[in-house]
């Protein structure tokens, strides 16, 4: 197969074009992968419409089924099922693949994505308005669908799921139609996983490289050809993975463009402090390491427990009883009495108190150890330093999210009497590599500005503490 792609990039460079063969062997397959799946945008789709198809169907069916009984499994009740796919398979991975392979998830197989394109290429073409553009978007959303997840328990039940994804593809299909032609405006702005995707892509080892010189020299395309990145990335300036679908569109224009190795750490450390994105630190710090933490603790939480044991009985005391009586909807709290499964208004408010306090707490100690970092390290342009030197916890940060949704994975199987042998000691050493992954990218990053090895030395100290925090606030509950 890799032959045989390498072949045809061949090929099509003798009829023009193309970026020339690379005299290595694994970046001419690189190349020629990439410019498969720009000749292949045919198949893609046919593969599209297939996953669009499974989507629909697990998204829409188990929330008309009557809920699992007691004895059923994975394998035998389709709720069940469909619960195992989103969330013990495909959220985790789809993650996990971000760093692995950049955005190839979004640009080849999303539902979202691809019905979002459809609808703009037979829409009404608006503008995009103003507000669409706030950089704030990725990491309000993120919060956002984090935390409402955890209100109505997304995890455990068919309707929240139908509510949430179904209604976060209604809209992306709305905003398709409304605005852009032919491009994935949703995804570019609105997406509540954007944010984290284009964070993690930063440390794909594969990327779209661009030849800012070939572009420049090429000559100008012939009319008609014309280059469509639905996620309106501005190829030729493009220069890291964060923003880039890899759907393979752009491999070989003008010469220019190819699907090329690079060092795992690269775009952190020499592209991402170019300028600075707060929004980004925020999503690091408060979205992924604080509030995406809280939701994978507070259920087994013990201060949650005793924190709302103390909030029931000051509401006993004083006779107020509704708030630990009451129900609503299952759209607004959880609320199965037959599964003896209900938030009331007190749980619902300390839940959100709990995930508030751990967004405030873990982000804001996180996020003073890399002001302290970028003191030491610079006086000039403290801001920018410090934006880029929150980059360097984007692996801690991408790997506590991925092993609580892994979380989920596991224990969905042992439901089933499934145990993954060493998984604790596992996801302990991920964990921990991942920490020092991070301490590596700031040591790399605080020699781009120290001034000497001791500055770097107690840069590096401070950034090293972040991570810790990071890696602290995940094992807490085990
Ligand atoms: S830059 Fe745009 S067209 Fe090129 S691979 Fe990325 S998403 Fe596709």
Request: proline letters at 6%; glycine letters at 8%; charged letters at 15%.
């Amino acid at each position: 197969m890799a032959d045989l792609l390498v072949r045809a990039h061949e090929r099509a460079y003798d009829e023009g074009g193309l970026i020339p063969p690379s005299p290595d062997r694994a970046d001419r397959w690189l190349a020629a992968a990439g410019d498969w799946l720009m000749r292949r945008q045919r198949t893609i789709q046919a593969i599209q419409w297939v996953v669009v198809a499974v989507y629909a169907f697990l998204v829409i069916v188990p929330a008309f089924l009557p809920p699992p009984q007691h004895t059923a499994h994975i394998w035998t009740n389709l709720t069940l099922f469909a619960q195992f796919v989103f969330w013990g398979i495909w959220w985790p991975f789809v993650l996990l693949s971000m760093a692995l392979v950049g955005r190839l998830w979004c640009g080849l197989l999303c539902p979202e994505g691809s019905l979002s394109e459809l609808a703009s290429r037979h829409g009404r073409g608006r503008s995009i308005p103003h507000w669409m553009k706030w950089k704030g978007w990725p990491f309000v959303a993120f919060a956002c669908t984090t935390a409402y997840g955890q209100f109505v328990s997304v995890y455990q039940y068919p309707k929240p799921v139908l509510l949430i994804l179904g209604g976060s593809t209604l809209a992306a299909i709305a905003i398709g139609y409304s605005f852009g032609r032919g491009k994935r405006v949703w995804c570019r702005y609105l997406c509540p996983v954007n944010g984290v995707f284009g964070l993690l892509a930063k440390l794909a080892p594969v990327h779209y490289r661009v030849d800012h010189e070939a572009w420049d020299r090429a000559p100008k395309p012939p009319a008609g050809t014309r280059l469509n990145c639905a996620p309106l990335v501005p190829v030729r300036t493009m220069r890291g993975a964060a923003s880039c679908h890899m759907c393979g569109r752009c491999s070989g224009f003008r010469g220019a463009v190819t699907l090329a190795r690079r060092s795992p750490g690269q775009e952190i450390v020499h592209i991402a402090g170019s300028e600075p994105k707060p929004w980004e630190t925020w999503l690091i710090a408060f979205g992924l390491m604080g509030l995406a933490t809280g939701a994978f603790h507070w259920a087994s939480s013990p201060w949650f427990v005793a924190a709302k044991q103390a909030a029931a009985e000051w509401l006993i005391n004083r006779g107020m009883t509704w708030p630990i009586s009451a129900q609503a909807p299952w759209w607004v709290l959880t609320s199965y009495p037959e599964q003896n499964d209900v938030m009331t208004p007190l749980d619902g408010a300390m839940l959100f108190a709990y995930l508030l306090a751990a967004a405030l707490a873990i982000g804001g100690a996180v996020l003073l150890f890399v002001g302290a970092a970028s003191r030491v390290i610079s006086d000039e342009n403290r801001r920018a330093r410090f934006h880029h030197l929150a980059q360097s916890l984007i692996p801690v940060a991408g790997c506590g999210v991925f092993l609580g949704l892994f979380a989920l994975t596991t224990t969905m199987l042992h439901a089933e009497g499934i145990t993954l042998p060493f998984i604790a000691t596992a996801r302990t050493l991920l964990m921990a590599a991942a920490c020092l992954w991070s301490i590596v990218l700031a040591w790399r990053i605080c020699g781009l500005y120290a001034r000497n090895r001791g500055v770097r030395f107690a840069a590096s100290g401070f950034m090293a503490l972040a991570a810790i925090v990071g890696f602290a606030a995940w094992a807490a509950p085990f």
